[in-house]
Structure formats: C-alpha cells, structure tokens
C-alpha cells in the first residue's frame, strides 16, 4: 500500500475513536446536567461523583455483588423523615482482557416504614431467564400487561 492510504486509513480510524470519546463525554455532561436540575426540582441532594460508600448498605442485593471496577455517579438523595430515597447510575465490570464487559443502569432505592412492601427485585429479562423458567425459575407476571412482563422480570413474595 502507498504511504498515502495508509496515513490515511490511520488518519480515519483515529478520527473515529476521537469522535466516539467526544460522544460519550459528551452525552454523559449533558445526563449529569439534567439529573443534576431533576434532584435540584425534587429537593435532593446531588452528588456526579461518589465516593461508593453507598454501595456497603446494599451486600445483599444481588446486583452489587457482581462483578469489579463498581462505580457510582449522579447520586440523588432524599433523606426526608418518612422516606429515604437514593436514585443512581451504577456501572460494574465482568470478566477481564477482552472478555470483559461493562454493564451501566440507573437504580432506584428507597426505604420507608410508612408502606407495607415485599421485598422484591425488579430487573430486564433476559435469554437465560426465559430458558430458566422452563425449569421453574419463577416469575411474576402481569396478565394486565404483558409487554411489561416480556422485558421484565420480577422475584418476590406474591
């Protein structure tokens, strides 16, 4: 190949990976922006960067157990007397070299001895949980809407 081709392959595959972590800066300052207007509009506090300490009041939920690198961001807290609610972006990682992958979600906590709730864990639905449930893993479904229950999986106490 000629020089020329070859500067400026590299030239283009550069330009895309610049442009990919622009994109993602950028989306992310714009999510942090408006989470941060949102918890100002509720009355909660907001923290973009936290320190994960947060995450030692969740060891029994399964999701917190998975996985490394956990991280926490646009944290929004409600410590009202009757409710505490947390709203966040978590991110962990499994797996390492080039069999890792990052998994990003936002979760919502909240506590409050004011409602008589079951425990329960809601998250997506996934292959393997369709697969599971042909051999009882169960499952809570809403006859009222399906479409929820296709894309959702809900545990808990009926």
């Known amino acids: 190949m000629q020089p020329f081709i070859i500067a400026l ?6 330009g895309a990976i610049g442009c990919a972590v622009w994109w993602d800066y950028y989306t992310n300052k714009k999510r942090t922006e408006a989470l941060r207007g949102l918890a100002e509009e509720l009355g909660f506090s907001f923290e ?6 947060l995450l030692s009041q969740f060891g029994g939920f399964h999701l917190f157990t998975q ?19 947390a709203v966040f972006d978590y991110r962990y990682t499994v797996g390492s070299g080039k069999h890792q992958q990052t998994y990003k979600q936002t979760v919502l906590y ?18 393997w949980h369709k697969i599971g449930k042909l051999f009882g893993y169960q499952d809570i479904d809403f006859e009222a809407n399906p479409t929820f229950s296709k894309h959702y999986l809900l545990r808990g106490q009926r």
């Not at 392959?9 to 550069?14: D, K, Q």
């Open 67 to 85: 996985g490394h690198g956990k991280k926490v961001q646009n944290l929004m807290q409600s410590d009202a007397s009757d409710v505490r609610a």
């Open 110 to 127: 909240f506590q409050t001895n004011e409602l008589a709730l079951p425990h329960f864990v809601l998250r997506p639905e996934s292959f």
């Open 9 to 14: 392959i590299v030239s283009a595959v550069a």
């Open 48 to 53: 973009p960067k936290s320190d994960n300490s």
